[in-house]
T-cell receptor, first 112, second 118 residues
Framework: QKEVEQDPGPLSVPEGAIVSLNCTYSNSAFQYFMWYRQYSRKGPELLMYTYSSGNKEDGRFTAQVDKSSKYISLFIRDSQPSDSATYLCAIQGASGYSTLTFGKGTMLLVSP | GAGVSQSPSNKVTEKGKDVELRCDPISGHTALYWYRQSLGQGLEFLIYFQGNSAPDKSGLPSDRFSAERTGGSVSTLTIQRTQQEDSAVYLC????????????????FGNGTRLTVT
């Protein structure tokens, strides 16, 4: 089983829809959870960062972590065509230096 | 500049040639990472620097790959005798490190170097 699993998509939705993006992970030592957004031919940019179970909201974006199920989600409300990008989850261990483990990314397409 | 800068943005080279990719991290970021991103493969970790030393080189795919960092700032990734399977986008990221826990903060990425080996 891969350490981080993420459906590659593409996920196509109409403008204004609520989008749900998900990742599962296998190692319970992971403690820090991030979502990155990557536009075509650009580097990933950090969207959300959390280290606890529960929800974290930032504008139209909500990150949700369920450590008991090893499941993380990113919700996008009122999706816009400008949200069309690849979304990568990234997970990090707790102790000292620990590299990030990335999912393969989900491509999201929001049509006007 | 305020972000991570990588050069060149694109590189086309012939099989067997050596290439050097450069990364200029955010000022003050002591942690620096190199990742490789191939189509459909996600981000593959290559190497991590803390200051000028590389405590984790476990992701370098072969001895044709090497990296160095000087002055705790600029890093160079060198690929010798390039092969077609080296074609990918090479991403650099930098980060702060907690002086108390040693934990690395979320990474800030550059826009990458797109390497094509013909």
């Amino acid at each position: 089983q891969k350490e981080v699993e993420q459906d590659p998509g593409p996920l196509s939705v109409p403008e204004g829809a609520i989008v749900s993006l998900n990742c599962t992970y296998s190692n319970s030592a992971f403690q820090y959870f991030m979502w990155y957004r990557q536009y075509s031919r650009k580097g990933p940019e950090l969207l959300m960062y959390t280290y606890s179970s529960g929800n974290k909201e930032d504008g139209r974006f909500t990150a949700q972590v369920d450590k008991s199920s090893k499941y993380i989600s990113l919700f996008i409300r009122d999706s816009q065509p400008s949200d069309s990008a690849t979304y990568l989850c990234a997970i990090q261990g707790a102790s000292g230096y620990s590299t990030l483990t990335f999912g393969k990314g989900t491509m999201l397409l929001v049509s006007p | 500049g305020a972000g991570v800068s990588q050069s060149p943005s694109n590189k086309v080279t012939e099989k067997g040639k050596d290439v050097e990719l450069r990364c200029d991290p955010i000022s003050g970021h002591t942690a620096l990472y190199w990742y490789r991103q191939s189509l459909g493969q996600g981000l593959e970790f290559l190497i991590y620097f803390q200051g000028n030393s590389a405590p984790d080189k476990s992701g370098l795919p072969s001895d044709r790959f090497s990296a160095e960092r000087t002055g705790g700032s600029v890093s160079t990734l060198t690929i010798q005798r390039t092969q077609q399977e080296d074609s990918a986008v090479y991403l650099c990221a930098s980060s702060l490190v907690s002086p108390t826990t040693g934990r690395v903060s979320p990474l800030h990425f550059g826009n990458g170097t797109r390497l094509t080996v013909t």
